[in-house]
């Protein structure tokens, strides 16, 4: 089966010892494509240099909710420069986080506001991180105000995407209403290892709802480890398993899978289009 991991952070310090051999897993398991995204200045560096010299790996820069209080001038005219670099393919990951709260509310906004802000001048998706406490969903009531106030729905995002999706909604977390409103508004939505988790029973609804073009699935690698993956650290070639809950939800069987995996390579082409070749 062909597949992709859309958000892999094989940029991250566990992967340092053993990356070739974590990716050499991957391409064993099928995964053809990895976005790699940062989560601050220097794991945005760090992703530039993994998908050096490695054309099958995307990176993606930016700044996540949890780092929104750190970063300063300097670094986000760092992360500004490398967004125009052509092996980024996207910005992120952002987001808003109102369970953990490891940077005040206020910063998140913020920060979030400006990593939308450099998607749409560059035309690169936002990788959109959003939680909230277990069954509450302020965060995804915010985050939708905030791309609407952004021009996410509107003109500012057609002038800079086309119809291509501005922003994907990553490791899928949150109310039903919200999944719809978030198509309707013609973003991606990616599933990882979080669907099989007590208390994110809507995912199971959400993945048939999703139009295949749109449809991704994802790791968060070392993150979010489905059932069968080691706890201590999730890898790129386990999105396998999160694929094949996919397609279960969405009523396709085994003879199907091939191609539903086609689709997968399809939809992330389309999500993040390169110039470079692969
Ligand atoms: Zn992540």
Redesign the pocket.
Request: glycine residues 8%.
């Given at each position: 089966m062909r597949l992709i991991d859309s958000?892999g952070?094989v940029n991250a310090d566990r992967f340092d010892d053993d990356l070739d051999l974590v990716l050499g897993d991957a391409r064993r398991a099928g995964v053809e494509r990895i976005l790699v995204?940062g989560?601050n200045v220097r794991s945005s560096e760090r992703a530039l240099d993994v998908v050096a010299d490695r054309p099958w790996l995307d990176a993606a820069v930016g700044n996540?909710p949890h780092d929104a209080a750190k970063i300063d001038e300097a670094g986000w005219s760092m992360i500004e420069a490398w967004a125009r670099d052509e092996r980024v393919v996207a910005i992120g990951?952002t987001g808003l986080d109102s369970d953990r709260m490891f940077s005040p509310w206020d910063a998140q906004l913020e920060n979030l506001r400006r990593n939308l802000a450099l998607s749409l001048a560059t035309g690169k998706p936002a990788?959109l991180?959003c939680r909230s406490r277990a069954g509450e969903r302020d965060a995804q009531d915010a985050l939708v105000a905030e791309l609407r106030a952004a021009g996410f729905d509107g003109e500012a995002a057609r002038a800079a995407f086309g119809n291509r999706p501005p922003a994907v909604i990553?490791?899928f977390s949150g109310p039903v209403d919200y999944a719809e409103t978030v198509i309707a508004m013609g973003l991606a939505v990616s599933f990882s290892g979080l669907v099989f988790r007590r208390g994110e029973e809507t995912s199971s609804e959400v993945a048939s709802l999703v139009p295949p073009e749109r449809l991704l699935v994802?790791t968060?690698a070392p993150?979010l480890s489905p059932p069968g993956a080691p706890r201590g650290r999730n890898a790129p070639e386990f999105v396998t398993i999160t694929a094949r809950w996919a397609a279960d939800r969405r009523g396709i069987g085994e003879d199907a899978l091939e191609a539903f995996g086609v689709g997968l390579v399809a939809a992330y082409d389309a999500t993040f289009p390169r110039s470079l070749p692969r």
């Amino acid at each position: 089966m062909r597949l992709i991991d859309s958000h892999g952070h094989v940029n991250a310090d566990r992967f340092d010892d053993d990356l070739d051999l974590v990716l050499g897993d991957a391409r064993r398991a099928g995964v053809e494509r990895i976005l790699v995204p940062g989560w601050n200045v220097r794991s945005s560096e760090r992703a530039l240099d993994v998908v050096a010299d490695r054309p099958w790996l995307d990176a993606a820069v930016g700044n996540h909710p949890h780092d929104a209080a750190k970063i300063d001038e300097a670094g986000w005219s760092m992360i500004e420069a490398w967004a125009r670099d052509e092996r980024v393919v996207a910005i992120g990951e952002t987001g808003l986080d109102s369970d953990r709260m490891f940077s005040p509310w206020d910063a998140q906004l913020e920060n979030l506001r400006r990593n939308l802000a450099l998607s749409l001048a560059t035309g690169k998706p936002a990788i959109l991180h959003c939680r909230s406490r277990a069954g509450e969903r302020d965060a995804q009531d915010a985050l939708v105000a905030e791309l609407r106030a952004a021009g996410f729905d509107g003109e500012a995002a057609r002038a800079a995407f086309g119809n291509r999706p501005p922003a994907v909604i990553h490791s899928f977390s949150g109310p039903v209403d919200y999944a719809e409103t978030v198509i309707a508004m013609g973003l991606a939505v990616s599933f990882s290892g979080l669907v099989f988790r007590r208390g994110e029973e809507t995912s199971s609804e959400v993945a048939s709802l999703v139009p295949p073009e749109r449809l991704l699935v994802e790791t968060d690698a070392p993150f979010l480890s489905p059932p069968g993956a080691p706890r201590g650290r999730n890898a790129p070639e386990f999105v396998t398993i999160t694929a094949r809950w996919a397609a279960d939800r969405r009523g396709i069987g085994e003879d199907a899978l091939e191609a539903f995996g086609v689709g997968l390579v399809a939809a992330y082409d389309a999500t993040f289009p390169r110039s470079l070749p692969r």
